[in-house]
């Protein structure tokens, strides 16, 4: 019995990381296609950065979720020092938290924060 509940939390957490991945995906190949500097996948000393995206003036890191919340993202990007790589950078840094619905197959918030 409880071998049967661990083997569903594990489907149930694959499900989740590939439905995020596929989100993911998608918005790398929208800032791609609109010929922006995107980057996934970033590692960093406290994990992996989902997305940074950068132009001549503008820095910014983000954080997906699926069927999370906006401020679990940011506390991610800030728990994790994923904006130190770039805080001696010449741009203006935003962090953002996405959130995709696995209802709704869509954004369903996003929240951004600047001048940190």
């Known amino acids: 019995m409880q071998m049967m509940r661990k083997k ?7 499900s989740i990381a590939r439905f995020e991945r596929t989100y993911h995906l998608l918005v790398h190949v929208i800032f791609q296609m609109l010929s ?11 994990g992996r950065i989902d997305m940074v995206v950068g132009t001549h003036r503008f820095l910014y890191v983000m954080e997906f979720k ?14 994790k020092g994923y904006l130190l790589p770039w805080q001696t950078d010449h741009r203006q840094l935003y962090k953002i938290g996405i959130v995709f619905s696995s209802l709704d197959r869509n954004i369903s918030a996003y929240e951004y924060q600047t001048n940190l």
């Open 8 to 14: 569903r939390t594990e489907a149930k957490e694959q």
């Open 36 to 46: 922006v500097d995107a980057r996934s996948e970033i590692s960093v000393a406290g």
């Open 66 to 79: 699926l069927d999370g919340t906006t401020q679990e993202a940011l506390k991610q990007i800030d728990d």
